[in-house]
């Protein structure tokens, strides 16, 4: 901004990089306090949420997943099977959990035309969005040991950062003091 700056009237020329710098500063936080206000009074209906879950197809990804993973079926051939689950599904007012297993074997068979390789409890797992989560793994999953660790690694960066941002302000604060001292002994002279 201070190379940019227009050539003309002095009392136009504001030389204030640092002061917009730090109200920038100040008005994320505040921003984000005022997220903190909302995320704290919100209420999350466990039960409500999980009907609105079961009534959608959010498990069909999981679905192509796990006939890769338990019958070696190639994603591709599980992904077009799900998707045509989700579309008899909305077609006939049916969710994930209400589609009978009679039903899926079909419509598997018309898709990949061969047998449904999963057995009935297996893709009852597949389709309970509870059990999605839980059987989740890896790093940035939504498991709750996961996010767990996410939270406290980034809990240790906010305090690091803090930290930093303070020693900044402070060297500024110094700084500024110093240049006032350098320039009033000028001044002087």
Same mark, same amino acid.
Request: charged share 25%; aromatic share 8%; no cysteine.
């Given at each position: 901004? !201070?190379?940019n700056t227009n050539f003309g009237e002095v009392s136009d020329v504001r030389y204030a990089l640092k002061d917009q710098v730090l109200t920038v500063g100040d008005e994320t936080a505040r921003m984000y306090r005022a997220l903190q206000t909302v995320l704290d009074g919100l209420q999350v209906n %466990? !039960?409500?949420?999980?009907?609105?879950?079961? %009534?959608d197809f959010s498990t069909m990804t999981e679905l192509a997943d796990a006939l890769l993973r338990e019958a070696g079926v190639p994603f591709r051939m599980g992904y077009n099977f799900a998707s045509a689950v989700t579309t008899y599904g909305r077609q006939n007012g049916k969710t994930p959990t209400q589609i009978t297993y009679a039903e899926y074997q079909r419509i598997y068979k018309e898709v990949n035309g061969s047998v449904f390789p999963l057995e009935a409890a297996a893709l009852q797992q597949v389709v309970d969005p509870r059990r999605v989560v839980a059987n989740r793994r890896g790093r940035g999953g939504p498991q709750p040991g996961e996010v767990e660790r996410m939270l406290s690694e980034h809990r240790k960066r906010l305090a690091a950062d803090r930290e930093w941002v303070s020693n900044e302000r402070r060297k500024m604060a110094d700084a500024e003091t110093r240049l006032t001292v350098v320039f009033d002994r000028l001044a002087v002279q």
């Amino acid at each position: 901004m !201070a190379h940019n700056t227009n050539f003309g009237e002095v009392s136009d020329v504001r030389y204030a990089l640092k002061d917009q710098v730090l109200t920038v500063g100040d008005e994320t936080a505040r921003m984000y306090r005022a997220l903190q206000t909302v995320l704290d009074g919100l209420q999350v209906n %466990s !039960a409500r949420t999980l009907e609105k879950v079961n %009534s959608d197809f959010s498990t069909m990804t999981e679905l192509a997943d796990a006939l890769l993973r338990e019958a070696g079926v190639p994603f591709r051939m599980g992904y077009n099977f799900a998707s045509a689950v989700t579309t008899y599904g909305r077609q006939n007012g049916k969710t994930p959990t209400q589609i009978t297993y009679a039903e899926y074997q079909r419509i598997y068979k018309e898709v990949n035309g061969s047998v449904f390789p999963l057995e009935a409890a297996a893709l009852q797992q597949v389709v309970d969005p509870r059990r999605v989560v839980a059987n989740r793994r890896g790093r940035g999953g939504p498991q709750p040991g996961e996010v767990e660790r996410m939270l406290s690694e980034h809990r240790k960066r906010l305090a690091a950062d803090r930290e930093w941002v303070s020693n900044e302000r402070r060297k500024m604060a110094d700084a500024e003091t110093r240049l006032t001292v350098v320039f009033d002994r000028l001044a002087v002279q």
